[in-house]
């Protein structure tokens, strides 16, 4: 299996502040990595997807890179809504594999 | 808009058989792979296994041996079967949808259900 690793695990931050959460694959996926936002009681929810494409319906703000073994997603500028949990997942490969969330609080 | 709604019992004893159905709408079930994903308390995001809307499968190797799921095209609906539970399998099952096996993200997510194994 595919191991994601994500960091942080935990981040505190600020409406407004520019954030980035790091995401590593145990071998390379090449762009086949997909972010998820998590609300408390919710679904995940598709932000990005295939590395750098942004799903429809979801702000700008946000953003997605990398390829090969080391994936970012960025949040430019953070709003209310934005503080919740964040997963990576591959698809590279079977079995399909998250990371283990990024905890994203209100500083 | 297609919505996915995950039915079952919510709480089983050590040792049953845990059955879930996730029903579609809003679109069809067919040309799609349909995932079924789960989450413990507090705790990430386990892949469980998809079902292609031809019935052809594969599962996740760490529940392989119990896990069996099915496809009814007529009603739109797919399946989830999982033998032998312990607290272990205790987890919120979420059913999802992707448009390949690999190389897509899932989308959109059922609301997903609580499921608790207790004596």
């Known amino acids: 299996d595919i191991q994601m690793t994500q960091s942080p695990s935990s981040l505190s931050a600020s409406v407004g502040d520019r954030v980035t959460i790091t995401c590593r694959a145990s071998?390379?996926?090449?762009?086949?990595l997909n972010w998820y936002q998590q609300k408390p009681g919710k679904a995940p929810n598709l932000l990005i997807y295939?590395?750098?494409s942004l799903q429809s319906g979801v702000p700008s703000r946000f953003s997605g890179g990398g390829s090969g073994t080391y994936f970012t997603l960025t949040i430019s500028s953070l709003h209310p809504e934005d503080f919740a949990t964040y997963y990576c997942?591959?698809?590279?490969?079977?079995?399909?594999?998250f990371g283990q969330g990024t905890r994203l609080d209100i500083k | 808009q297609v919505q996915l709604q995950e039915s079952g019992p919510g709480l089983l004893k050590p040792s049953e058989t845990l059955s879930l159905t996730c029903t579609v709408s809003?679109?069809?079930?067919?040309?799609?792979?349909w995932s079924w994903i789960r989450q413990p308390p507090g705790k990430g995001l386990e892949w469980i296994g998809y079902?292609?809307?031809?019935?052809?499968?594969n599962y996740n190797p760490s529940l392989k041996s119990r896990v069996t799921m099915s496809v009814d095209t007529y009603n739109n609906q797919f399946s989830l079967k999982v033998t032998s539970v312990t607290a272990a399998d205790t987890a919120v099952y979420y059913c999802?949808?992707?448009?390949?096996?690999?190389?897509?993200?899932?989308?959109?997510w059922g609301q997903g259900i609580l499921v608790t194994v207790s004596s």
């Open positions: 295939g590395a750098s």
């Open positions: 079902i292609f809307y031809t019935g052809s499968t």
């Open positions: 071998q390379s996926i090449s762009s086949s």
């Open positions: 997942q591959q698809s590279y490969s079977l079995p399909h594999t």
């Open positions: 809003g679109g069809s079930i067919s040309s799609y792979y």
């Open positions: 999802a949808r992707h448009p390949s096996a690999t190389g897509a993200g899932f989308d959109p």
